[in-house]
């Protein structure tokens, strides 16, 4: 009888059931350790099981398993079978929240503040944006049509529109005051929309330091100031050329000897070193402050748009700092303790009226310890009316606690304090009487003048700065005072904005050859901390800088004068107060992505074509969202522009428009 298994079938029985066997040892052990694998008992009917009457139990039965990790493992996998639920677990108590960031130093990765660092790298864009945050503007809007611009009327050569606003002026109730030498800036809507065209005849300046001594006739066509102050020696014609021997009206026989006997008259008074920063009121064509540039000192010159118009337009035109503006009643746009001398020469100006109001606010924009030298005929002249207004000015600078301390020929200089102890120990009474404690002396846009005695700080801030020209690169006092969103790292932010733009520079002259350009007025529209104007220093432009702090942005014109440069307060969406083609480069960083929220574009735009001279030159530093807005403009005012990438690269957030501006005729 045959066998009915054959060895090879018991073969092929014994391999089946010795895989099964190693199969399931395995299956067993590995679920010992690890998450048990769920077998169950299934049959293809259930009507079968029912006939059968059993369920196949599984040995998991009763036990709770977390199957989330599987599921999560294959989501596409979708399981016929019901799985008991976990047994609830009780949740973690909540972590405990942080401590609240303390405001100072710098942010760590955390969210806290530490004032443990060093200097190192730095971001390009905190540099360019921390100034002015977007505080209370509106979304701008990113469609534009931009047409080309037509010239302006040759009426309008010398067009200021805040000082030339002849329908606001005639609706004054009263100027008596000097009201209509303010600013009186057209509605919106009704300002410049054209190109503000250049004379007839109009030549590229003469180069600085010539232009100091003569000027193109054809560039500020006006022989008024000839023919009234010909004989002091201010200003005469020859030919094609206005010349300017350097004299005034108190000073006919020169501004450096009258330079040399206000520094002899006061030994403390060192030109370049104890003083550096220096107002000129009623200057003239700014022959004062056009004779300190070479001993180290910059003068701000002042001047009304008065009868002898022009004067600062003369002044610029020399390549001498210079701003139409006049003690009428509103504070200038300069901060408290900006200048260590206030110069005024014959300058017109009633000091002691309304409780000497007017110098009063003299006295808030000089600093601790700086001097007024005062050469009018009051000083000097016997007569009664001189003599009774000389005694008023004594009285008046007595109840200022200012000191006396020389009178020569026709020169009186004062000395202001150094602290409140002074103005404490006044009889009770006395006026003009102090400032509130809480009024602000730096706030100073479109504010009324006060007739008050504006308060020294009580930490000596202002006072304390050092000698020129290590106060360029010292950080000031008054740094820790300005309103910003940081305290301890100021310090650094300052460093860090003075290697930013040093490097800057640096470039600008490698790559774009700025040393070939003729740069001497130059215009920050955006200034910080005056980073950009102080490398320009370390570099040795031979220029000047007129640092611009807009009103949208933190206050750091103190920190700016404090380093021994000069700036102003401003709102760009109103007119800039100078004349027109005055300025050899117009700077702006990152200023048009913080305005446009504010005020239209093109409005800052055509401003800028007004204020350069035909062949200046515009930088724009800022974010791409703004550039091609920005070059339509440029192209319809007839500018030259081309858009550069930074030093980051292409990728980089923010780009350079450069512009130069070409010579247009009406």
Avoid at 191 to 201: D, F, Q, S
Avoid at 275 to 297: E, H, K
Avoid at 380 to 388: D, L, N, S, T, W
């Amino acid at each position: 009888m045959k066998n009915p298994l054959s060895n090879t079938d018991l073969f092929k029985l014994s391999a089946l059931l010795f895989v099964s066997f190693t199969f399931f040892y395995l299956g067993k052990r590995w679920s010992d350790g690890n998450q048990r694998i769920l077998f169950f008992s299934s049959y293809t009917s259930s009507r079968t099981s029912q006939q059968n009457g059993y369920v196949s139990l599984s040995p998991n039965l009763n036990k709770s398993f977390d199957i989330s990790s599987l599921i999560s493992q294959n989501q596409s996998l979708a399981s016929p079978y019901i799985v008991p639920s976990p047994a609830p677990v009780d949740p973690l108590p909540p972590p405990p929240p942080p401590p609240p960031p303390e405001r100072f130093g710098i942010v760590n990765e955390d969210g806290t503040m530490s004032d443990d660092f060093e200097i190192g790298e730095y971001d390009p864009d905190l540099v360019e944006t921390e100034w002015n945050g977007d505080r209370n503007g509106t979304e701008a809007t990113k469609s534009f049509k931009i047409t080309r611009y037509e010239m302006c009327p040759g009426s309008m050569r010398e067009y200021i529109p805040c000082l030339d606003n002849v329908e606001a002026i005639k609706q004054l109730k009263s100027t008596d005051k000097g009201e209509r030498f303010e600013r009186h800036c057209p509605l919106n809507g009704t300002g410049l929309n054209c190109l503000v065209p250049a004379p007839k005849g109009y030549k590229t300046p003469i180069p600085w330091p010539r232009s100091r001594n003569e000027v193109w006739y054809n560039n500020v066509p006006h022989s008024r100031l000839v023919e009234d102050k010909g004989g002091q020696n201010w200003i005469s014609k020859e030919k094609d050329k206005f010349k300017f021997p350097g004299g005034g009206t108190q000073f006919i026989h020169g501004a450096d000897q009258y330079l040399d006997q206000i520094a002899k008259m006061v030994p403390d008074i060192t030109w370049g070193h104890h003083i550096r920063v220096v107002m000129d009121a009623g200057c003239g064509v700014a022959s004062f402050g056009a004779y300190l540039l070479p001993r180290n000192v910059i003068t701000m010159s002042i001047a009304p748009k008065d009868v002898h118009e022009n004067q600062i337009q003369f002044a610029l035109e020399r390549g001498a700092p210079a701003m139409v503006a006049a003690f009428a009643t509103r504070r200038l746009p300069y901060p408290s303790q900006a200048f260590d001398l206030i110069h005024c020469s014959r300058c017109r100006i009633n000091w002691t009226r309304d409780d000497g109001i007017l110098l009063l606010e003299v006295n808030r924009m000089l600093r601790a310890g700086g001097y007024f030298a005062w050469a009018a005929q009051p000083v000097y002249k016997h007569e009664e009316a001189q003599e009774e207004h000389w005694k008023e000015m004594l009285d008046l600078t007595t109840r200022l606690c200012w000191e006396l301390v020389k009178k020569e020929g026709y020169i009186a200089i004062w000395k202001k304090p150094t602290n409140n102890s002074c103005y404490l120990n006044r009889e009770a009474g006395t006026i003009p009487p102090l400032c509130d404690p809480d009024d602000n002396p730096d706030n100073v846009w479109y504010v009324d003048l006060k007739a008050c005695i504006t308060r020294l700080p009580e930490n000596g801030y202002g006072a304390n700065v050092s000698l020129w020209p290590e106060r360029l690169r010292t950080s000031p006092d008054r740094l820790q005072s300005i309103q910003l969103d940081a305290f301890i790292a100021r310090k650094e932010l300052f460093k860090a904005e003075s290697k930013y733009w040093n490097e800057i520079i640096e470039s600008y002259v490698r790559a774009l050859h700025w040393k070939k350009m003729k740069l001497r007025n130059v215009l920050d529209m955006r200034a910080g901390f005056g980073g950009f104007a102080a490398a320009l220093i370390e570099q040795k432009f031979d220029c000047w800088v007129m640092n611009v702090v807009p009103v949208s942005g933190f206050n750091t014109l103190p920190v700016i004068y404090d380093r021994g440069l000069i700036g102003v307060m401003h709102d760009w969406c109103e007119p800039f107060d100078t004349y027109p083609r005055t300025y050899d480069l117009l700077h702006a960083a990152g200023l048009f992505s913080v305005e446009s929220k504010r005020c239209n574009m093109s409005t800052i735009m055509l401003e800028m074509d007004r204020m350069l001279r035909p062949g200046g030159h515009v930088y724009i530093r800022d974010s791409i969202d703004v550039m091609d807005e920005l070059q339509e403009i440029g192209k319809a005012m007839g500018w030259h522009v081309t858009l550069r990438e930074t030093a980051e690269g292409p990728h980089a957030s923010y780009r350079i428009l450069t512009a130069d501006k070409r010579l247009l005729h009406a």
